[in-house]
């Protein structure tokens, strides 16, 4: 089936640092990807679509300067959370669309601490 | 505004108790319905999806859900829950035709705790 690898599983980074995260499609061509941004009890806020080849599509509010998305190959996606900070800590989660299936699968997320 | 809306935030069942979690979206155009369920630290699974054709659908682990177009509305019913159904369970959502981007819009997600 889809598998949608998305590391770290965890980071930890000092405030004004950078991180990136990488989402990849191991087993199909994702021409879209999607990354959401999920706190603690609540659902999952699309931040933005990731098309590859092409600028990505944000979301009202989130800011295009501080999420950095790349989709450089059709495997892969990658969100920079740029100049961090403590509010910027949460859980986000990438998601793959898969053509071939018309369905969505999901990464299992990364753990974003900025202290 | 599209929009997803579920309206049951936490439920608590006991083990064997029928199970229904309501989840409705504002749009009066074409939609796809789906139902994910994510347990405790895991990632998010797909239960059942619905694109056209039969309104009842019938997933993974026994969940069915209904579409009533009507009512603008998918809810996921299961007759008799298990401990291990325990979990945040979300509808989401496409809008629009073949000209849309795709992008999957969730609702606010139900934590469902069934005790046994």
């Known amino acids: 089936g889809a598998v949608v690898s998305q590391h770290p599983s965890w980071v930890i980074c000092k405030s004004g640092t950078s991180v990136k995260i990488e989402c990849r499609s191991l087993?199909?061509?994702?021409?879209?990807m999607f990354w959401y941004r999920q706190f603690p009890k609540q659902s999952l806020m699309l931040m933005a679509t990731?098309?590859?080849?092409?600028?990505?599509?944000?979301e009202q509010g989130v800011e295009k300067d501080k999420f950095l998305i790349n989709h450089a190959s059709l495997t892969l996606s990658t969100l920079t959370v740029t100049s961090a900070h403590p509010e910027d800590s949460s859980f986000y989660i990438c998601?793959?669309?898969?053509?071939?299936?018309?369905?969505?699968?999901f990464g299992s997320g990364t753990r974003l601490t900025v202290v | 505004a599209q929009s997803v809306s579920q309206h049951n935030h936490h439920v608590i069942l006991s083990e064997a108790a029928s199970l229904e979690l309501g989840c409705n979206y504002s749009?009066?155009?074409?939609?796809?319905l789906f139902w994910y369920v994510q347990y405790p630290g895991q990632h998010l699974q797909l239960l059942l999806k619905?694109?056209?054709?039969?309104?009842l659908v019938k997933g993974i682990k026994g969940f069915e859900a209904e579409f009533i177009k009507s009512k603008f509305s998918f809810n996921l019913r299961k007759p008799s829950v298990q401990w291990s159904d325990t979990a945040e369970y979300f509808c989401?959502?496409?809008?629009?035709?073949?000209?849309?981007?795709?992008?999957?819009?969730f609702g606010q997600g139900t934590t469902l705790q069934v005790k046994p």
């Open positions: 989401a959502v496409t809008f629009g035709g073949s000209g849309n981007t795709g992008k999957l819009i």
């Open positions: 749009y009066g155009g074409t939609v796809n």
């Open positions: 619905y694109f056209s054709g039969d309104p």
């Open positions: 990731s098309n590859e080849g092409s600028k990505a599509t944000y």
């Open positions: 087993d199909f061509q994702a021409t879209t």
């Open positions: 998601s793959a669309k898969d053509i071939r299936l018309y369905g969505y699968t």
